[in-house]
Each structure stands twice: as structure tokens, then as C-alpha cells.
């Protein structure tokens, strides 16, 4: 392990140095945070046009006239890739494991530092030619977040926004996924090289075991994807048949393939797309974990139980790729095999889950705002993977898979989980971050609407798939066996509304905090890891210098003996248990 110090330079001096190009893990977090938080915009304002438009298909929304079936499908193609590239992958950790990491090991920054800068900038030139499909001829692509082949890899023969707006999507996933490999060598090689004195891996917090984990599944994950993109680039411009098989006739024409397999993207998009479930989820257990331990003032229960279960997650996550594919026609006895890994992901995520409670029962919860959104992750991860044990039967799944039973299960437990998880985060470490408290007034305000909107948003669409509504249909009006779910729609619409309109609380709470919300103190939250032992914000280096030794484990709390309930990590035996303030 090296010295903690080892990737230490000097503070910048100009403005472009310090806030644009910065080589600062905590500035380079920030950004990462700041463009999540202006892609998920984006992306709830397109889900909204599309929600509208499934209620009052003949209005006339902005932007629009009134909205065709295309345009129906491009909103859902770039909803889908936005929220899950820009928000959920980006956010959770590139943003706060980006700031967080190299202060709760006691290290001054990331091993790469220009290359941190390199992710970012990446990553942002990649969402700006995502936005430009927007801007082309033909507009944004409509071939879904997944991007299936043949619809995705002929051009724009087969639909509008399948010629130039493709293109640029497939050109942003390659330039998303340099930037992620970047950031998950930086985030791999930090977590085992840079650890303080003491800091050994089982003393280290749960949030940067979960970090170090996803930066594996990332790495692992993104490699692929990119092979996938420039084979399915090749086969849009350079006339190879990767995807695309022969024989293949559109509008008449006969396109000039052959040998391609569709099915080879399905592999090789899966192969990420399931790792990607939980780069999306493990930073968030990992955030929930120490949040639920800070507040019910007790040491996580089962640490080592819940460091082994991240890695099995992680393990198992890899080899159910094949589960999104059991209407794809594969052998029954593949199918079985992928059926039984997928279950088998739910004993690591049951020893998680019943861990959080046990942390919980019997503790002196503090129910703060991140406390209700740590709490709140959990409500939604376990509501969310109930409807994934039935798909990962695939004679139940086969029914269900191209109906809003999936739409109402992946959201739950990917996309609304994983942003509580950005929440509560948000609300525990703003203070360190910017040295002013949010109001928990308006926490809470912004809590209870967004936790009880998601479930009136999500959990019907769980019952519209049962009953065998379909996704992706831009109008159901005219299908006479879907008319009795359009109230079931208007409720889903009003409480997305409602939910959206919530986020502005956040906003305007985040921003107001920034410049009026009241003096933080160094450990507000009388916690014990080592971010809690800087001055808020913290210097340029982290440690001015004087880098800490760790003495104990990083959820110390209740101690008997001890002086207080917690004992930072930072404090030697037999010295007290007060913080550093």
C-alpha cells in the first residue's frame, strides 16, 4: 500500500484551472454531480411529455404538434439512455464516490488525476452529442435504450431517427464508455494503492467497498459495450454484417448483409447491461449502509457479511446477462441455468436486506432526512426485487416481458432506488461538501411526496402488465382490450406530475443552502469515518498535510465505555470518543 500522499500537487491558481479543467477530486465530483443533476431533468421532462401523451394522445405538448408514434418512441429512447448513463451511473459514482473516496481512506486525491479530468470531460462530451440527436435530420433515435439490431444497424431506411440520430447515439455510448473504463481504473487503483496507516481493507467504510466494486463491474462491463458499439458503428458505415443478417428486405428493398447475428448485440448489450443494474444499485447500498449506521447509533450488523454479500452481487451479476433473453428463443436448458443464477442473486440481497434491519432494530434512530431516503432505498429495493423473482421464471417471464410489469420492476429497484440512494447522500454530505446545512424542513417536505409519488407512480404499472398491457405503446386508445386501464393512467400521470413538481423542493433547497443555508460544523452528524474529521469543505489536499492513522473499524458506535456514542476511526485507543469539531 502506498503512502496516501503519493499523488499529491499543488493548489491551482486560475479559475479555469481550479473549477474547469481541475485536477481536484472533490471540484471533478462536483461537476459530475452538477451534469447528473441537469441530465435528470431532461430526462423526468421527457418521461412527463410521454406520460401526457398516453393520457390526452391528441394534445398539443411543447415542442411538438401533436405527437406521433415516432416521436412517442424517440422520447423513450433517449428517457431510457439519459437516466440510466448520465444519472444513474454517473451520479451515484463518478459524483460522490469521485469526492468521498480518497477522504474516507485518507488519501489527498485519486491516483490518476489527469485522467479523473479526462472522465469527466468525457463524459460531458459524450451527453452533448446525445443532445445533438435531438438536432439532426430525422431527430433522436427510436430503437429503445437497448438499441436492438436490426432496427438499429440498417439506417434510415428503417425509420425516422435511424440515420444521422443513431449514429450520434451510438457515438455517445462509445465516448460514456471510454470515460467509465477511465474513472473505474482510477477508482481500483485508488482503493488499493492510496489507504492511510491503518486503513485496511475490512476497516475501510461500506460506501467505498461498494465503490471499489463497481469500478470492477464497470470495468469489466464498459469494455464490452464499447467493442459493441464500434462492431454496430461498423455495421451502420462500413458495410460489415456483425448484426445485421442476410436475406433482410425493407420497404421493398433487399438490404445488402448476410451472417449477421441480432442476437450477438442481445449478448454482448446484456453481458453490460446486467452489471449495469448494479452500478447503478451497489453505490446506493453501500450510501444507505452508512447513512442506516450513522443514524440508528449503532455499528453496522454483520459488516463482514455485508462486504462479502457486495462482492457475491457483484459475482452472480455477471453471469445472468441471459435473463433478458427468454423470448429471444434460446435452448430451455440455458434458460434454466439463467433462471437459477438470477434467483440465486437473492440470498447476497436478502443478507444485505435483513442486515439494514438488524442495524435498525434496537437503535437510537435520529429519523433525519437522509435517515428517511437511507430507509426509504430500502422500501423500494425490496418492493422492487419481489416482481423480479417472478421474472426470473421464464415461464412466467415469457407473458410479461414486453409488458409494463417489467417497465413498473426495473424502475423500482434501478432507477427510483438508486436516486433515493443520490438523495440520501446529497442530504448527509452537503455540508461537508459546500460548509452549509440543507434545511431538514424542506428535506422532509421533499421526502414524503417523491417516496409516496414513485409507489403510485410504479406500482400500477405492475398491475396494467398483468393484465397485459403492453409497453412501449405510444396510443392505446383504439385498443379496445386496454380501455378499461386508461383511468390507471391518468392516476400514474397525475402522481408523476406531482412527483416531478416535489423535485423543485430539492432544487430550490439545494441552491438556497449553497448561499443562506446555516454554518455546518466539522461532524454535524457526530459520525466516525474520516471525512467527518476535515473542515467543511475541506482544503485542496484533504489533510493540509497532516494525514490521519486509523484505529478502528468505521462504524464504532454505542461503544461501552466509551465518553460518547461514536469513536471516529481516527482516534487512538483509550483516548475518548469525541469527534474532531
Known amino acids: 500500500m502506498a503512502e496516501a ?14 473549477y474547469i479543467f481541475s485536477l481536484d477530486h472533490k471540484v471533478i465530483g462536483i461537476q459530475y454531480i452538477l451534469l447528473a443533476l441537469a441530465a435528470v431533468f431532461v430526462g ?14 391528441n394534445a398539443k405538448l411543447p415542442f411538438f404538434d401533436v405527437m406521433t408514434p415516432e416521436q412517442y418512441l424517440a422520447l423513450m429512447t433517449m428517457h431510457g439512455t439519459i437516466m440510466v448513463f448520465f444519472v444513474l451511473t454517473t451520479a451515484p459514482q463518478s459524483g460522490f464516490g469521485n469526492y468521498f473516496l480518497p477522504i474516507q481512506i485518507g488519501a489527498a486525491d485519486m491516483a490518476f488525476p489527469t485522467l479523473n479530468m479526462l472522465s469527466f470531460w468525457f463524459t460531458f462530451v459524450s451527453f452533448a452529442v446525445m443532445m445533438a440527436a435531438f438536432f439532426v435530420v430525422g431527430g433522436a433515435p427510436i430503437s429503445g435504450w437497448t438499441a436492438y439490431p436490426p432496427l438499429s444497424a440498417v439506417g434510415e431506411i428503417a425509420g425516422p431517427g435511424l440515420g444521422w440520430g443513431q449514429s450520434l447515439w451510438v457515438i455517445s455510448i462509445a465516448i460514456f464508455c471510454g470515460a467509465s473504463l477511465m474513472g473505474a481504473l482510477n477508482f481500483i487503483t485508488t ?26 463491474l464497470a470495468l469489466l462491463g464498459f469494455a464490452v459495450l464499447l467493442a459493441a458499439g464500434i462492431l454496430l458503428l461498423l455495421d451502420r458505415h462500413a458495410g460489415t454484417s456483425f448484426f445485421v443478417p442476410g436475406g433482410l428486405v425493407i420497404t421493398e428493398k433487399l438490404i445488402p448483409h448476410k451472417g449477421g447475428s441480432p442476437l450477438l448485440w442481445q449478448h454482448l448489450f446484456w453481458f453490460f447491461g446486467h452489471p449495469e443494474v448494479y452500478i447503478a444499485i451497489l453505490p446506493g447500498m453501500g450510501i444507505t449502509s452508512h447513512i442506516l449506521s450513522t443514524f440508528a447509533r449503532k455499528p453496522i450488523f454483520g459488516y463482514r457479511a455485508m462486504v462479502y454479500a457486495i462482492f457475491a452481487i457483484a459475482l452472480l451479476g455477471l453471469s445472468v446477462w441471459g435473463h433478458h433473453m427468454f423470448t429471444s428463443g434460446m435452448s430451455p436448458y440455458s434458460a434454466f441455468a439463467f433462471s437459477l443464477l438470477t434467483m440465486s442473486i437473492g440470498v447476497p440481497s436478502a443478507i444485505k436486506t435483513f442486515n439494514w434491519i438488524g442495524t ?84 422532509k417536505l421533499h421526502f414524503w411526496p417523491t417516496f409516496i409519488g414513485v409507489y403510485c407512480i410504479f406500482m400500477p404499472m405492475h398491475f396494467i402488465g398483468l393484465a397485459g398491457h403492453e409497453r412501449r405503446y405510444p396510443d392505446t386508445t383504439a385498443v379496445q382490450y386496454l380501455a ?9 400521470t397525475i ?15 439545494f441552491f438556497w443552502s449553497l448561499w443562506r443555508g446555516k454554518k455546518a460544523e466539522v461532524n ?17 489536499d484533504n489533510f493540509a498535510g497532516r494525514y490521519p492513522a486509523v484505529y478502528r473499524g ?6 461501552p465505555g466509551a465518553a460518547k456514542d461514536f469513536t471516529p476511526q481516527h482516534v487512538p485507543d483509550g483516548a475518548g470518543g469525541a469527534g474532531s469539531h
Open 360 to 443: 435498525l432494530w434496537g437503535g437510537q434512530i435520529r429519523f433525519t432526512t437522509p435517515m428517511l431516503f437511507a430507509i426509504g432505498f430500502v422500501s423500494l429495493f425490496v418492493s422492487g426485487g419481489l416482481s423480479g423473482i417472478f421474472l426470473a421464471q421464464p415461464a412466467v417471464d415469457l407473458p410479461l416481458h414486453d409488458t409494463y410489469f417489467v417497465v413498473g420492476h426495473f424502475h423500482l429497484i434501478m432507477g427510483v432506488a438508486a436516486i433515493f440512494g443520490m438523495f440520501g447522500a446529497t442530504y448527509y454530505w452537503f455540508s461537508k461538501m459546500f460548509g452549509r446545512q440543507m434545511s431538514e424542513f424542506l428535506g
Open 191 to 216: 482503493t488499493l494503492d492510496l489507504r492511510t496507516k491503518g486503513m485496511s481493507l475490512m476497516r475501510m467504510p461500506l460506501t467505498c467497498w461498494a465503490w471499489f466494486v463497481t469500478a470492477i
Open 495 to 509: 402522481a408523476a406530475i406531482v412527483t416531478i413538481a416535489a423535485q423543485f423542493i430539492f432544487v430550490f433547497n
Open 5 to 18: 500522499h503519493a499523488v499529491a500537487h499543488e493548489a491551482p491558481k486560475g479559475f479555469i484551472r481550479k
Open 484 to 492: 378499461a386501464l386508461q383511468p390507471v393512467h391518468l392516476f400514474m
Open 554 to 559: 468505521p462504524y464504532e458506535y454505542g461503544v
Open 524 to 540: 454535524p452528524w457526530e459520525a466516525t469515518t474520516l471525512e467527518w474529521t476535515v473542515p467543511s469543505p475541506p482544503p485542496h
Open 44 to 57: 423526468m421532462f421527457l418521461s412527463l411529455l410521454m406520460r401526457l401523451h398516453l393520457v390526452w394522445p
